[in-house]
C-alpha cells in the first residue's frame, strides 16, 4: 500500500487571497477574523509572509477603528510608513492600555481618578473600544427606556453595568472637551467651524462624537438628493434650469416627508427638541432653530449657501443667491407648509416692524449670523424647557443646563456663569474636561478660573475622603446597623432611599448640621449616618434615627434606578429573591469600602426573610 505524499504547501497568492476573503469585524470578540491573521503570523514562514502583507489590514483597521486623534494618527502613519498591520497592532496596544485602566477604575476606587484620567489623555484614540464596553449587555433593570428589555439575559459579564457606565462616562467626557474646544474656536472667529458642526456638538455632552452626528446626516443628505432627483428637481447651479427657490422648497418637503416638522404645542418644550441626536432621530417634530439646523446642513450639503438668522420669535434660513441681479431670500422652515419662502421687501420687513423693531435696527436680524449666536439662542432654549419639559429624566435635565451655562461662560465675558457651571460638573469632568479644557481659557486668578478650580479641588478631595477602607469590627464602627445595599424608607418624610454609604457619626459640617436641626434627633449627631440615594434622584445624608428598614423590591428599586445617573457606580447588580423582593448587588469598588457590609447584609436578610 502506497504512503499518502506529503501534501504541497498552498501558493503565496492563495494563501493571500483567503486572508482576503475574511470579513472585517468592528467588535472584538472569539468570531474576530484577527484571530486567523494571529494563527498565520505564528505558524510557518510563508504564511507569516502572507499575513505580513499591509492592504490585507486595511479593511479590518477601517472597521475596527472609524475614531482617531488626528494629531496622534498622524505620528502613527509617520512612524509605520501607513503600514496597516503595524497601525492596527498600534491601536491594539492602546485598547489594551485603556482597558487595563478601565479594570482598575471598576476594581477600587483609590487611583481610580488618575487611571480615567489616563484613558481621557487618549482622547479620541481609544472611542471605539469604549464603546464596545460601553455596548455590552446588563441585567434588566440597568437597561435605558430605549434599550431592548426582551434581549439577552445569559453570559452578562460580572459588573457590566459598573463597566459599562465608566466606559460611557469616559467617552463623555471626552467628546464634551471637544464640544468645548470647537465653540472656543468658533467664537475667536475660525472660519472652519461650520454652524452645523458646532450646533451637533450640543449632542457632545450626552456623549455622541462628531462623527456619530456626521454619520447621521449622511444617509438624510443622500435621501433629500434622490427625493429631489425623482422630482426632476435641478441641482447643478450652472444649469439654465436651475432654480434656487424650488431647490429650498423642495428641502422642506423632503424634511415633511421624512416626519421633520413643527413640534405639537404640548411638546415645546421638550428637552430633546433641543439636542441634535435626538430630533434627527425621535424627536423629528421640533421647534424652528433644530429644522433650521436640519435644512442648512441639507442646503449646504447639496451647494446651497444657506445661514440661519437669528430672528425674533423664530429662527429663519438667508439663502445667498449666486447671481447679483436676485435678491437673497429667507426660508421658513418651521411654516413650510404653509409659505416656505419669504423676501426681505414683502415679508421680514413687516414682521419685523410687529415685533417693534425700528427700520435702523432690522440689519441685525435679517443678515446670516455665526454659530455664537445661535448657540446662545439654544442656551435660552434649554433654561425657558427645563422649567416646562415634566418629562424627560432628572439626569438629562442636569446635563442641559451644564450645556446651556458652559455656553453662557464661554461666549460671554460673564464669569459668574462658572459658579453655574460648577453645580452641575461630575466627578470625572472634574479631573478631565474642566482641568484640561476649561480652565486654560481663563487668566490666572481670574474668578471663573479660581471657580472651576475650587470646585475641582473640592469635589477630588471628597472622592479621595471616601477611598477609605470601613471595617464593621472596628470597634468606633461598632454602633453602625446597617449596610451598602438596604432600602429603606425616611421615617419622618416617608422616602424610599438606598444606602451607599455610611459614616459611624455625622461628618457634615457644623452650619448643615445647624440648617437640618440635627442635635434634635434623638441621638443627635454622635449616631451613624448614611449616604443615600432617594426615589427622587437626589443624593441624601440621613441619620439612623430616621432609617425604617424595608425589603427591597423591584419597584422601589427600579424608581430609584431611573432616577439615579451614577447608580451603577455602587451597585452592579440586581439579584431576584422571593416574591418580588430583590437584593442590591454592591460593585467592587463599594466591596472593596466596605468589606464587610456583604455578611451583614446575608445575615439581616436571612433574619428577615419571612417579613
Not at 488618575?114 to 464596553?133: C, G, Y
Not at 440689519?363 to 442656551?379: D, E, G, K, N
Not at 422616602?495 to 436641626?517: A, F, L, Q, R, V
Amino acid at each position: 500500500m502506497m504512503e499518502p505524499r506529503p501534501s504541497l504547501p498552498l501558493p503565496l497568492d492563495v494563501l493571500i487571497h483567503i486572508l482576503s476573503q475574511l470579513p472585517p469585524s468592528p467588535r472584538r470578540g472569539c468570531d474576530d477574523p484577527i484571530y486567523a491573521f494571529v494563527g498565520f503570523l505564528e505558524a510557518s514562514t510563508l504564511l507569516r509572509e502572507a499575513a505580513m502583507v499591509s492592504l490585507l489590514w486595511e479593511p479590518h483597521y477601517r472597521a475596527r477603528y472609524t475614531h482617531y486623534d488626528e494629531q496622534a494618527e498622524a505620528r502613527r502613519l509617520s512612524m509605520t510608513n501607513g503600514d496597516w498591520r503595524l497601525l492596527y497592532v498600534a491601536r491594539r496596544q492602546l485598547d489594551g492600555v485603556a482597558l487595563r485602566h478601565l479594570d482598575e477604575i471598576v476594581r477600587q476606587r483609590s487611583g481610580q481618578l488618575e487611571h480615567a484620567r489616563s484613558i481621557f489623555e487618549l482622547s479620541f484614540d481609544i472611542w471605539d473600544v469604549m464603546q464596545t464596553e460601553a455596548e455590552q449587555p446588563v441585567p434588566v433593570l440597568f437597561r435605558g427606556a430605549n434599550e431592548n428589555h426582551a434581549a439577552q439575559t445569559q453570559n452578562i459579564a460580572p459588573n457590566a453595568s459598573t463597566r459599562r457606565y465608566w466606559a460611557r462616562s469616559i467617552m463623555e467626557s471626552i467628546s464634551r472637551s471637544y464640544a468645548i474646544d470647537l465653540w472656543t474656536r468658533s467664537e475667536r472667529g475660525d472660519d472652519s467651524v461650520s454652524f452645523v458642526e458646532s450646533f451637533s456638538a450640543l449632542s457632545c455632552f450626552l456623549g455622541k462624537s462628531p462623527k456619530q452626528m456626521s454619520e447621521i446626516f449622511l444617509p438624510l443628505i443622500n435621501r433629500c438628493r434622490a427625493f429631489l432627483l425623482g422630482r426632476d428637481c435641478v441641482l447643478d447651479p450652472d444649469d439654465p434650469k436651475y432654480d434656487l427657490v424650488e431647490l429650498c422648497i423642495g428641502i422642506c418637503s423632503f424634511m415633511r416627508s421624512e416626519g421633520f416638522d413643527a413640534v405639537d404645542p404640548e411638546n415645546f418644550h421638550l428637552l430633546q427638541n433641543i439636542l441634535p441626536h435626538a430630533y434627527l432621530t425621535s424627536n423629528k417634530k421640533t421647534i424652528p432653530i433644530s429644522l433650521v439646523h436640519v435644512f442648512v446642513a441639507i442646503a449646504r450639503a447639496l451647494g446651497v449657501h444657506a445661514s440661519p438668522v437669528d430672528f425674533p420669535a423664530r429662527v429663519l434660513v438667508h439663502v445667498s443667491t449666486p447671481d447679483p441681479l436676485i435678491d437673497d431670500f429667507y426660508v421658513d422652515v418651521y411654516g413650510s407648509s404653509i409659505k416656505p419662502i419669504l423676501t426681505l421687501r414683502e415679508d421680514i420687513t413687516a414682521l419685523l416692524m410687529q415685533h417693534g423693531i425700528p427700520p435702523q435696527s432690522m440689519v441685525q436680524y435679517t443678515s446670516p449670523c455665526a454659530s455664537p449666536s445661535m448657540l446662545l439662542r439654544t442656551s435660552r432654549n434649554i433654561l425657558s424647557s427645563v422649567h416646562g419639559d415634566h418629562r424627560s429624566s432628572g439626569s438629562l435635565a442636569q446635563t442641559s443646563l451644564y450645556i446651556a451655562f458652559c455656553i453662557y461662560l464661554l461666549l460671554t465675558s460673564r464669569e459668574q456663569f462658572a459658579a453655574r457651571v460648577t453645580m452641575y460638573v461630575g466627578l470625572l469632568d472634574c479631573v478631565t474636561v474642566i482641568p484640561k479644557t476649561l480652565v486654560p481659557l481663563f487668566p490666572e486668578r481670574s474668578g471663573a478660573r479660581e471657580t472651576l478650580e475650587d470646585k475641582c479641588r473640592t469635589t477630588v478631595e471628597r472622592h479621595r475622603a471616601m477611598t477609605t477602607v470601613k471595617l464593621r469590627s472596628s470597634p468606633e464602627n461598632a454602633r453602625v446597623s446597617y449596610f451598602v445595599g438596604m432600602v429603606f424608607r425616611h421615617r419622618t418624610r416617608k422616602y424610599i432611599c438606598c444606602i451607599y454609604g455610611w459614616d459611624n457619626t455625622c461628618k457634615e459640617d457644623e452650619n448643615w448640621i445647624k440648617e437640618m436641626n440635627i442635635d434634635s434627633l434623638p441621638r443627635g449627631r454622635n449616631q451613624p449616618f448614611y449616604l443615600c440615594f432617594s426615589q427622587d434622584g437626589l443624593q441624601r445624608y440621613v441619620s439612623e434615627d430616621n432609617v425604617e428598614p424595608k425589603l427591597a423590591t423591584t419597584g422601589m428599586v427600579t424608581e430609584i434606578i431611573s432616577s439615579t445617573h451614577n447608580f451603577p457606580i455602587y451597585f452592579s447588580d440586581i439579584v431576584a429573591m422571593s416574591g418580588d423582593r430583590v437584593k442590591l448587588v454592591p460593585s467592587p469598588e463599594v466591596l472593596h469600602s466596605y468589606p464587610e457590609d456583604e455578611v451583614a447584609a446575608r445575615h439581616w436578610l436571612a433574619a428577615h426573610a419571612s417579613g
